[in-house]
């Protein structure tokens, strides 16, 4: 194991060089006028699908000659901003006229999820992971200090239970009160405009793709454990495959055992490896490679 490690880590330090063999192996097995980009943004750093990274999927993908061929988004990540996932979604789409397939080799989640909605297929395995596009919102402390992400349902049903019990109470509603002035009324109203938005962007995501012949109310029914949280009980649940499917997605699965998964899930591990320990996002195709370092001290 340590050898391998060791292996990996000597690999990393060659940069994109030593991954450009593996993105043509998997072009040729994908068949002809496929290229592959990969989009990977860590989970260890703190850091987010932003706009910034549509406009550098752009350019690597302007970089690779597109005329004529099918972008294929090998995607990792757990999500960003809802704005920049429609921005990817669009550029995928430009460059890919036909419309795009998104590979999901290990974790696509929120703001991920919905690029993957964007795209005309989705290739995952049984491990693969999606999840809901719920947005996240970071709290912090009576002192200002950050205590972690809340999902835009918890903090809105949280304020909404208060309302309704000062509502209902007869007595003394001083305590709901007190409660309820940690809230401001400006941020619950922001988080329902979130909300909303991230739910719009995935509708018309798949009407103008996957699911276009269904009306808007079809498609909202249909992906329901994307968007109600009832489904999936917490932020973080995985969303695997066969609830995919069963919301019409398109979806292709591969045996983890196959030649196909076997590359992909090579390119994974030294994608993965590369945003967790030297960088902190990786935008490249076989012919170019924008990265973001990790800065020290990022945690």
Same mark, same amino acid.
């Given at each position: 194991m340590a050898s391998s490690f060791q292996q990996l880590l000597e690999e990393v330090n060659q940069g994109h060089s030593i991954r450009q063999s593996i993105y043509q192996k998997l072009e040729k097995q994908l068949g002809k006028n496929k290229t592959v980009v990969a989009f990977f943004t860590s989970f260890?750093?703190? $850091? /987010?699908?932003?706009?910034?990274?549509?406009?550098?999927?752009?350019? $690597?993908?302007?970089?690779s000659k597109m005329q004529g061929k099918e972008v294929v988004l090998l995607l990792n990540s757990p999500g960003g901003e809802a704005l920049a996932a429609e921005r990817i979604v669009n550029v995928c789409r430009t460059f890919s006229a036909d419309g795009f397939s998104v590979i999901v080799p290990k974790m696509a989640k929120s703001a991920a999820?919905?690029?993957?909605?964007?795209?005309?297929k989705i290739v995952m395995s049984k491990t693969s992971e999606m999840g809901p596009i719920d947005p996240q919102f970071l709290i912090h402390d009576d002192r200002g200090r950050p205590t972690g992400y809340k999902a835009a349902h918890e903090i /809105?049903?949280?304020?909404?239970? /208060?309302?309704?019990?000062?509502?209902?109470?007869?007595?003394?509603?001083?305590?709901?009160?007190?409660?309820?002035?940690?809230?401001d009324a400006r941020d619950i109203r922001s988080i329902r405009s979130a909300q909303q938005l991230s739910e719009s962007i995935a509708i018309s995501c798949l009407k103008h793709g996957a699911l276009e012949k269904f009306t808007h109310k079809q498609i909202k029914r249909k992906i329901?454990?994307?968007l109600d949280p009832r489904h999936t009980k917490v932020h973080g649940r995985p969303i695997y495959y066969d609830v995919a499917k069963a919301c019409d997605l398109k979806i292709e699965l591969h045996d983890v055992d196959s030649v196909t998964?076997?590359?992909?899930?090579?390119?994974?591990?030294r994608l993965n490896f590369f945003v967790t320990t030297s960088a902190s996002k990786a935008i490249e195709t076989a012919k170019d490679s924008w990265t973001s370092r990790a800065f020290v001290g990022e945690e």
């Open positions: 260890r750093f703190p $850091v /987010l699908m932003d706009n910034q990274d549509a406009d550098m999927l752009e350019e $690597v993908l302007r970089s999820t919905m690029v993957c909605l964007g795209a005309k /809105l049903e949280s304020y909404n239970d /208060l309302i309704d019990k000062a509502n209902k109470t007869k007595g003394k509603i001083e305590p709901y009160l007190q409660q309820l002035s940690r809230y329901a454990p994307f998964w076997g590359i992909v899930w090579e390119l994974y591990m």
